[in-house]
């Protein structure tokens, strides 16, 4: 019976949860003030399952060509393999290789504009550039890092789990044939590599992916990912009791196995070479003229 009582704790961690949206929704007077309880409330949930080496702020994610995101409301990055940069006043910027996971939340969807921007934001950090500068592809997981003896892969063919996983994050929403039909719209006009992974809406339903793996003999199952998508996947509002607790644990499923790099600093600072004089030693001849950095 342990697992139904798992079932049970993380069940009130939920309900918890959509009260405080509740609360945040219908209590809460300024507009900036009930954005900021929702993603407290959002964060507070979500650190009762990230494991120790993932961490939870909001700003924007950067790259080290000097591509920046939008303002993001949610990101959850790897603390261990990098440093944030916070540059005062709560504005704070994230290396894109630690980043895993980030979201847009809203106490309300109720029109295609504030859709449209949701998903624009997570398209923003999703066309980062998390291998700029590396001609070999690295790894890093549980603090340990190590380069891989394979090139770089095409954007279009790097594994789901070396992406950044993207979710929208409501409590009230216009018709879910509307979501759907955004969803779609969205997905037709763009790049796989940029879909949306999920949305929830904590009041009705969750919406992701779908595909026809080989190993299941074809048969339809939700997959997360928009790279193998051949569909949209969409809860029952019946069954609305249980969609936070399915977005825990498939949030938690991409966490689980999601890999990440160290941000070379060098290439962030745009010190890949420097000009410098060079003053050999007698015994050793070096020649002058332009110094890569690094090893």
Avoid at 9 to 14: E, L, P
Avoid at 49 to 72: H, K, N, T
Avoid at 111 to 137: C, H, Q, W, Y
Avoid at 198 to 216: C, F, G, N, T
């Amino acid at each position: 019976m342990a697992h139904s009582k798992l079932r049970e704790i993380f069940q009130v961690y939920c309900r918890h949860l959509r009260d405080e949206f509740e609360i945040a929704l219908g209590l809460v007077i300024h507009p900036g003030e009930k954005g900021v309880a929702r993603e407290r409330a959002l964060v507070r949930h979500l650190r009762r399952l990230l494991p120790e080496r993932y961490d939870i702020g909001s700003g924007f994610v950067v790259d080290a060509e000097g591509a920046i995101s939008r303002q993001i409301d949610v990101i959850i990055y790897d603390h261990i393999v990098s440093p944030v940069f916070d540059v005062g006043g709560g504005l704070k910027y994230y290396p894109v290789e630690c980043v895993v996971a980030v979201a847009e939340v809203k106490s309300t969807i109720k029109d295609r504009a504030t859709m449209g921007s949701a998903l624009e934001n997570i398209a923003s950090v999703k066309r980062l550039n998390r291998f700029a500068g590396r001609p070999r592809f690295e790894d890093s997981i549980h603090g340990a890092h190590g380069a891989i003896d394979a090139i770089v892969p095409e954007k279009s063919q790097l594994h789901p789990r070396y992406r950044i996983f993207g979710f929208i994050f409501t409590s009230e929403s216009m018709s879910k044939e509307s979501v759907i039909e955004e969803l779609t719209s969205f997905c037709a006009a763009n790049d796989r590599t940029i879909w949306p992974n999920m949305y929830v809406d904590i009041s009705k339903d969750l919406i992701s992916h779908i595909s026809r793996p080989k190993e299941h003999g074809g048969e339809v199952v939700l997959s997360l990912y928009g790279e193998d998508s051949c569909g949209l996947y969409s809860t029952k509002e019946a069954d609305s009791d249980n969609t936070v607790l399915l977005f825990t644990a498939l949030l938690y499923r991409h966490l689980r196995w999601a890999r990440v790099q160290e941000p070379d600093l060098l290439n962030y600072f745009f010190l890949q070479k420097t000009d410098a004089d060079f003053h050999p030693f007698e015994d050793s001849k070096t020649p002058g003229g332009t110094a890569k950095e690094g090893t």
